[in-house]
């Protein structure tokens, strides 16, 4: 027997009965984009790891260790250029933003994504190679009601996925203006501390200070006594944090200042945020995350123009979910469509009726005794089942509750009312 081949470490396999949580959080992102006003936007899933190194940074660890490079194929002119596939939608999109000329379009630009990213990551428990992430972006918003907006845009998902107590952790890392004097701060304090620094954080206090606080590795005493980035924000900047936590307090969003919080990524700039299950606090329990980016579209050879966005990594919802016993709707409105010795010809004519009226059908295609295919129909979640026979020449098929067992005969076109309705018979 030939050995079996297993899916790449640090993947998953979405198995059929995971779907219903799937189905669930994707349904909920996707309505949301649209009763926000959210325009779908696609992105290639791999683009030149230059966009990534000038977007999020050389110094940031979706660079340095965990991009997925891959190479164009065996001589071709691609065959030489540095590929990646993308660890996070947003320099994506902002490179769409500046190739298609989009900031001719009436602004501000609400767009978003839902779909795959890669990380070269260690695998770990709620932390996969290739996970999915709902990513929703505004470009052209200077103000801080747009903050605001979308997190309460991602407080409302969790919500209605089902989610308890999740809290936003936020915070304001400055601009252009007052950042400088905040990062000679924290190369002051740990040069101090120079000794008690991981490899790494010895090596991002010279490329980007605020990426040490990033370090998990470091104690705790060490980098709660570090300087606070809201001690070091510029007039302007402080007003606006101080309007992003007074509309939070009104649209009633339960949120905490996190003066540790800087993100992952260099381009963000003011307000940064992350979700958490309040009491679980940590890295390994984010379930989103976003902030401010006001330089990154300049960065990347575009006009100046500020934006801010989230991701939500939909992996994280559905454990999070399961852990907390959500509960999800059953669908019920399954109809199996089965009969009696070879009608296979009628069951198919039925079922395409059926479908046509939006009704999801399974017909049985088995010769088995009509029993056997009302227990199988009921194994596989149907609801209901329409069983075609003779009476199927004047338009009436049975029509039986699999759930309590009652049962009528019903003309062909009154199915759909009828499983709508809740029961099969009046």
């Not at 030939?2 to 309505?31: F, H, M, Q, Y």
């Not at 936003?168 to 890392?173: D, F």
């Not at 606090?281 to 990347?300: F, I, K, S, T």
């Not at 129909?377 to 004047?394: P, S």
Request: charged share 25%.
């Amino acid at each position: 027997m030939a050995k079996t081949i297993s899916a790449p470490r640090g993947t998953r396999d979405l198995l059929p009965e995971e779907a219903a949580a799937w189905n669930r959080v994707e349904a909920v992102a996707r309505d949301l984009s649209r009763r926000y006003a959210f325009e779908r936007i696609e992105t290639p899933l791999f683009e030149r790891v230059e966009l990534f190194a000038r977007g999020l940074g050389e110094s940031s660890a979706a660079v340095e260790k965990e991009m997925f490079r891959v190479s164009g194929a065996t001589g071709s002119d691609e065959e030489r250029a540095e590929w990646a596939l993308r660890p996070e939608p947003t320099a994506g999109i902002v490179r769409a933003f500046i190739e298609h000329g989009m900031h001719v379009r009436p602004g501000p630009l609400r767009l978003s994504l839902i779909g795959p990213m890669f990380r070269y990551d260690r695998p770990q428990a709620g932390r996969f190679r290739q996970f999915s992430q709902w990513d929703v972006e505004v470009v052209g918003d200077p103000g801080p009601a747009v903050d605001a907006e979308v997190i309460e845009l991602a407080h409302r998902f969790y919500t209605e996925v089902g989610l308890t107590d999740v809290v936003v952790h936020l915070n304001s890392i400055g601009d252009a203006v007052c950042r400088p004097a905040y990062r000679q701060a924290l190369v002051d304090y740990f040069s101090v501390h120079i000794e008690r620094l991981t490899d790494d954080s010895r090596r991002r206090l010279q490329v980007n200070p605020l990426r040490v606080l990033d370090d998990k590795m470091l104690a705790a005493d060490l980098t709660e006594g570090a300087p606070k980035s809201a001690d070091h924000l510029c007039d302007e900047c402080r007003a606006h944090f101080r309007q992003v936590l007074d509309l939070l307090d009104t649209l009633g969003v339960r949120h905490i200042v996190d003066h540790r919080l800087v993100r992952g990524l260099d381009y963000y700039t003011r307000t940064a945020f992350e979700f958490v299950i309040a009491g679980r606090e940590g890295q390994q329990q984010a379930l989103g995350g976003g902030g401010r980016y006001d330089g990154l579209v300049e960065l990347l050879g575009g006009r100046a123009t500020p934006g801010i966005g989230f991701g939500i990594g939909l992996d994280r919802v559905v454990i999070a979910m399961q852990e907390q016993g959500v509960s999800l709707p059953q669908a019920s409105d399954l109809v199996a469509v089965v009969g009696f010795a070879d009608d296979h010809a009628d069951r198919l004519r039925v079922a395409g009726q059926l479908r046509d009226a939006g009704i999801a059908v399974r017909p049985d295609g088995s010769s088995r005794k009509l029993g056997k295919q009302l227990e199988a129909a009921a194994k596989v979640g149907a609801g209901w089942a329409v069983i075609v026979g003779e009476e199927l020449r004047t338009g009436l098929v049975g029509l039986k509750n699999l759930h309590s067992g009652e049962q009528d005969s019903v003309a062909v076109e009154d199915v759909a009312a009828r499983v709508s309705e809740g029961s099969a018979l009046p």
